[in-house]
């Protein structure tokens, strides 16, 4: 079934969205706050991941809590901190929680961050991840197998 920003994107109209960014920590007063603020205002939330390289609660915690605050939530997932494994399997585990909007990015530079010791990933860049919500929604893993899963994902040019 078509999500409410599918249908949206599809209706011609101009689309809204905001970004939303998890908090540096469990701390999700103000996050649910500003989820309540903009549910009604805007056509989805992107919930970010770790954006500008910074550690935060996870983008598939704070989804879960748009979706729970009654908002249209766009997953982002960016490549720089997981390998295809993990990648795949938090695909596999936001589809299963109803998540269908997926935003795929390469990611910022670690050197942006608060943890300029890290090693980046980069296992796959956001066309490959593009390519890999495809391949799973053929009911498909990199390595084979079948499941169902149904994603409305775009990726960002650079």
């Known amino acids: 079934m ?3 920003f599918k249908k949206a994107l599809e209706s011609g109209k101009f689309v809204v969205t905001s970004e939303v960014a998890p908090p540096k920590g469990t701390n999700l007063e103000k996050f649910e706050h500003h989820i309540d603020l903009l549910k009604d205002k805007v056509d989805a939330m992107n919930v970010t991941d770790h954006q500008s390289s910074v550690m935060r609660y996870p983008s598939l915690g704070g ?3 748009v979706k729970d605050g009654g908002g249209e939530v766009i997953l982002q997932m960016t490549c720089r901190d997981r390998n ?3 990648l795949q399997a938090d695909l596999l585990f936001a589809s299963y929680m109803g998540i269908q909007n ?15 010791d890290a090693k980046s990933v980069f296992d796959l860049d956001s066309s490959q991840l593009l390519e890999t ?3 799973l929604e053929k ?3 990199l390595a084979a197998t079948n499941w169902t899963v149904r994603f ?3 990726p ?3």
Do not use: E, F, N, Q
């Open 139 to 141: 009911a498909k893993i």
């Open 84 to 86: 295809r494994l993990a």
């Open 156 to 158: 960002v040019p650079l």
């Open 63 to 65: 989804c879960l809590k």
């Open 102 to 116: 997926v935003l795929c990015l390469t990611g910022d530079s670690i050197i942006l961050g608060d943890h300029k």
């Open 2 to 4: 078509p999500t409410k």
């Open 133 to 135: 919500v495809r391949t």
């Open 152 to 154: 409305h994902s775009a």
